[in-house]
């Protein structure tokens, strides 16, 4: 019975994790053991911060329609609240987009939001 030799495959796997660990630095991309520890942590950074990232989205639309709405003589919880009566549904994002590209179409949101309140 012959010796069953596993070098193909711990290459193949070794090779996979160095491929993800390429744009680290020093010793982390080139030596496994610290190329494998780097990339876990790593990776359970990108899984937490993509949700961070919604988060941040969030906050910055709804500054740019906190700004864009003082700007109009009305604060954010008015508009918001005055567009919710008038039954218009837009989410905040489409909402913060207005506000910096469209300001007549943001100004007549605004109109509404005044003319429910």
Request: no cysteine; glycine share 6%; proline share 0%.
């Amino acid at each position: 019975m012959g010796r069953v030799t596993v070098s193909v495959q711990t290459r193949a796997r070794r090779k996979k994790v160095l491929k993800l660990a390429k744009g680290f630095t020093g010793g982390r991309k080139t030596l496994f053991k610290n190329a494998k520890e780097t990339l876990q942590r790593a990776m359970v950074f990108n899984y937490r911060d993509r949700k961070v990232k919604k988060r941040n989205m969030r906050g910055l639309w709804i500054t740019r329609i906190s700004i864009a709405s003082k700007e109009n003589g009305l604060n954010y919880s008015q508009l918001m609240n005055g567009l919710l009566k008038s039954d218009i549904r837009l989410n905040r994002k489409i909402l913060a987009d207005l506000a910096v590209k469209d300001k007549e179409t943001f100004k007549k949101l605004i109109e509404a939001a005044k003319e429910s309140a």
